[in-house]
């Protein structure tokens, strides 16, 4: 084995022959997805509704388990792993099309939760709410309840939450497909910038080209496997 140097990339996210199917078998969607994501870059997952990038990502993060085949995550098997929560809750963030926030709660309630199912200290977490927000343009709306914010401010408060434990890998599940185009850019835009300053691996489902081609690497789902333009 030879010893990670600057100029070698480091695999952060690694899937190998990975196979997933739905109803027993009935429905397969994963046919031998091989996928590579290296440190600090943005990729996107591209391909037709229903074939299976929703699967992917789910995948990726243990929020599901494969049928066959491994998937690493820094480095470490996801089943060889003996604390699932740990990737859950500080390695990894999503965001998903429809925010899957609780329109209840304030926005600062929705961020602060996965701060406390992670320890995190009380202060630490609002240090880091108010960094974020500020970044992402809420500061503002701290204290308003999801249910009065707008589709874009949702969608910001909801990279905010996947964020406030500080994961170096984020998969983003459609993350603008939800808003008009206007919108979709300008909270892309953010996505992609925060990606940059805070060094993170962004792997994204997306449909839509136009967004595709602004990440380092675009991958093609086709008939469960993925092919296309630099794959590794
Ligand atoms: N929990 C599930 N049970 C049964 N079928 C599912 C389930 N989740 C997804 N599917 C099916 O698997 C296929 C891939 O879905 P998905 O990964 O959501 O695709 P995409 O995100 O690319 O639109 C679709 O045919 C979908 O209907
Ligand atoms: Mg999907």
């Known amino acids: 084995m030879s010893t990670p140097t600057p100029s070698s990339p480091r695999i952060v996210l690694q899937a190998r022959n990975i196979h997933k199917s739905y109803d027993d078998g009935a429905i397969k969607v994963l046919r031998g997805v091989d996928f590579e994501a290296i440190e600090g870059n943005t990729v996107a997952l591209c391909g037709p509704s229903g074939c299976g990038k929703s699967t992917l990502l789910h995948l990726l993060g243990g929020l599901d388990q494969p049928d066959s085949g491994d998937i ?36 600062a309630e929705n961020c602060l939760i996965p701060t406390v199912a992670a320890g995190i200290d009380r202060q630490v977490a609002r240090d880091r709410l108010h960094q974020l927000t500020q970044r992402t343009g809420l500061s503002h709306r701290l204290n308003h309840r999801i249910q009065k914010l707008s589709g ?81």
């Open 72 to 107: 690493a995550v820094n480095g470490v098997e996801i089943n060889r792993r003996s604390n699932l929560l740990h990737l859950l809750r500080h390695e990894i963030g999503f965001v998903f099309q429809l925010h899957n926030l609780i329109p209840d709660l304030t926005l």
């Open 152 to 232: 874009g401010e949702r969608q910001r408060t909801a990279l905010c939450r996947a964020l406030m434990n500080k994961p170096k890998i984020l998969l983003a599940d459609e993350p603008t497909g939800s808003l008009d185009e206007k919108t979709s850019a300008a909270v892309f835009e953010l996505l992609l910038e925060l990606a940059a300053t805070e060094g993170i691996t962004l792997v994204m489902a997306t449909h839509d080209r136009g967004l595709a081609q602004r990440c380092d690497r675009l991958v093609e789902m086709h008939d469960g496997r993925i092919r296309g333009i630099g794959a590794f």
